[in-house]
C-alpha cells in the first residue's frame, strides 16, 4: 500500500515537498515513480527512483523543475519543487513498479494522490 | 522519444457486448528479452490508475479474466469480453521500454455505457 501526503495550496515561488510512504512492501527492492495528471488531462511521467541506492531519473521535461529523493529507513519517496509555478497544478500519483536497465513496467500499486494547487 | 497512439478516443459500450481498444507506437516495443514492454492502466472516475496488464498479455493480480491484452513489435489490443457497467472509466496504454520518458502514456480511451 502506497499512503501520500495530503492536498496541498501554495503560492507561485513556494516551496513544497510531497510524499509518498509504503507498507507492505520491501521498499528498497522497488522502483517509486511519480506521475502528473494535469486537470481534465492524461497522465505524464516526472520521474523513478530506486530507494535501495536513490538512483534517480527524470524525464525530460521535468529534469531541474523537481527533485525525487527517498529515505529508505522509512520506506518513503518524496518530491519536492523550490520555486512553485501555476503550471505545476495537478494531482501526483506515486507507484510501484519494476525496472531493468531503462525498461519499467508492471506498476501494481499506486497512491492516492496528492493534489497541488498553486495560485496568487 | 516513443509515441504512443490509441483509437478510439471514446468508446460507448453496452453491457454484456465485447469491446476493444487499439494502441500503436511509433516504434517497436519488442524488447530482446522478448518481452513486449507494453502496459495497460484503468483510471476509474476520481480513483487513482489501476494496472491491468503487463508486459503485453499478462494480467495483473486480481483483473478480471474477462480482460486480455494482445499485440506484438508495434500493435496492441486491450479486449474486453463482456463489458460490465463497473469498467466505466479511461484507458491508458504505456509504453514500458524507455522509463520514464515523455508521452510514455497514450491520450487515452474514454469508455462509457450507451
Known amino acids: 500500500q502506497l499512503v501520500q501526503s495530503g492536498a496541498e495550496v501554495k503560492k507561485p515561488g513556494e516551496s513544497l515537498k510531497i510524499s509518498c510512504k509504503g507498507s507492505?512492501?520491501?521498499?528498497?527492492?522497488?522502483?517509486i515513480g511519480w506521475v502528473r495528471q494535469m486537470p481534465g488531462k492524461g497522465l505524464e511521467w516526472v520521474g523513478i527512483?530506486?530507494?535501495?541506492?536513490?538512483?534517480?531519473r527524470y524525464s525530460p521535461s521535468f529534469q531541474g523543475q523537481v527533485t525525487i529523493s527517498a529515505d529508505k529507513s522509512i520506506n518513503t519517496a518524496y518530491m519536492q519543487w523550490s520555486s512553485l509555478k501555476a503550471s505545476d497544478t495537478a494531482m501526483y500519483y506515486c507507484?510501484?513498479?519494476?525496472?531493468?536497465?531503462?525498461?519499467?513496467?508492471?506498476?501494481?500499486?499506486w497512491g492516492q494522490g496528492t493534489l497541488v494547487t498553486v495560485s496568487s | 522519444d516513443i509515441v504512443m497512439t490509441q483509437s478510439p478516443l471514446s468508446l460507448p459500450v453496452t453491457p454484456g457486448e465485447p469491446a476493444s481498444i487499439s494502441c500503436t507506437s511509433s516504434?517497436?516495443?519488442?524488447?530482446?528479452?522478448?518481452?513486449?514492454?507494453l502496459d495497460w492502466y484503468m483510471q476509474k472516475p476520481g480513483q487513482s490508475p489501476q494496472l491491468l496488464i503487463y508486459?503485453?498479455?499478462n494480467r495483473a493480480s486480481g483483473v478480471p479474466d474477462r480482460f486480455s491484452g494482445s499485440g506484438s513489435g508495434t500493435h496492441f489490443t486491450l479486449s474486453i469480453s463482456r463489458v460490465e457497467a463497473e469498467d466505466v472509466g479511461v484507458y491508458y496504454c504505456?509504453?514500458?521500454?524507455?522509463?520514464?520518458?515523455?508521452?510514455?502514456f497514450g491520450p487515452g480511451t474514454k469508455v462509457d455505457i450507451k
Open positions: 508486459l503485453g498479455s
Open positions: 507492505g512492501h520491501n521498499f528498497v527492492t522497488y522502483w
Open positions: 507507484a510501484v513498479g519494476y525496472c531493468s536497465s531503462t525498461s519499467c513496467s508492471k506498476f501494481d500499486y
Open positions: 527512483i530506486y530507494p535501495g541506492d536513490s538512483d534517480t
Open positions: 504505456m509504453q514500458a521500454l524507455q522509463t520514464p520518458s515523455p508521452n510514455a
Open positions: 516504434q517497436s516495443l519488442l524488447h530482446s528479452d522478448g518481452f513486449n514492454y
